[in-house]
């Protein structure tokens, strides 16, 4: 159960790594404008760049710090936090945005914590 727990929290963070990406270094590719389901015209907004970088950079700190707790410090206590924290911004996306939102981004995470309640 522990190293299902592991793959789990290690795909949530990598799934905001990729989001990171995306964000940051592909903000105004098609795959950028299907995954957020964002217009073209919008896109490419010097604004909404400046924005899909900044939130790019707080879902890389996600990542990052999901793996940095689960496997450089051997601190759970960080990685349930950050993952509990993409639950929360999960469940406000898909409030407000999307509720696609939700079950990508929300539903990993939320697995995540119900496997490690097992442990």
Avoid: W
């Avoid at 410090?73 to 936090?81: E, K, N, Q």
């Amino acid at each position: 159960m522990e190293n299902l727990f592991y793959v789990l929290a290690t795909v949530v963070a990598l799934e905001h790594l990729y989001i990171m990406c995306l964000e940051m270094f592909n903000g105004e590719s098609q795959r950028v404008e299907r995954v957020f389901n964002i217009n073209r015209k919008l896109l490419v907004d010097p604004t909404i760049q400046m924005m899909l970088k900044n939130q790019g950079l707080y879902n890389g700190f996600l990542g990052v710090g999901i793996l940095f707790g689960l496997y450089v410090a051997s601190d759970l206590t960080t990685a349930i936090y950050l993952i509990i924290c993409v639950i929360i911004a999960g469940i406000y996306a898909g409030i407000t945005v999307e509720r696609k939102i939700l079950v990508v981004q929300g539903m990993p995470a939320l697995l995540t914590i119900i496997v490690y309640l097992f442990i």
